[in-house]
């Protein structure tokens, strides 16, 4: 599967330096999420569908990315995050739809 990690419009990559920010154990587990879906073991993965056609891959107990697949080939990530309640956090809500919107414009598909 293609990886695609969110860019700013600078350039800067959203999910990478989230990961980068991460306590060690956590980052190695990050990192091995975006390796899984590269090598196309998804089986190995927590996801859930999120809203639309936005599913989260949780990885190391509280941190979760949200993303979007298209024709099981690509795969766009979107947003990435530390779970602090049940639910998704609004700002990050606004953050994934926002950016699901954004990329929809782009690649003309609708997501949400």
């Known amino acids: 599967m293609n990886v695609h990690n969110y860019k700013t419009t600078g350039g800067k990559d959203i999910i990478q330096e989230y990961i980068d920010k991460l306590p060690v154990d956590e980052?190695?587990?990050?990192?091995?999420?975006?390796k899984a879906f590269k090598d196309d073991r998804l089986d190995e993965l927590k996801i859930d569908h999120w809203q639309g056609k936005i599913y989260e891959v949780y990885f190391y107990r509280y941190n979760?990315?949200?993303f979007v697949v298209i024709k099981d080939i690509d795969?766009?990530?979107?947003?990435a995050c530390r779970k602090q309640k049940n639910k998704t956090e609004k700002k990050d809500s606004v953050t994934v739809i926002k950016r699901a919107k954004e990329l929809g414009k782009k690649l003309s598909k609708k997501f949400i």
Do not use: C, K, P, T
């Not at 980052?27 to 975006?34: E, P, T, Y």
């Not at 795969?75 to 947003?79: E, K, R, T």
């Open 75 to 79: 795969v766009y990530f979107l947003h």
């Open 64 to 66: 979760r990315i949200f």
């Open 27 to 34: 980052a190695v587990d990050g990192a091995s999420v975006i």
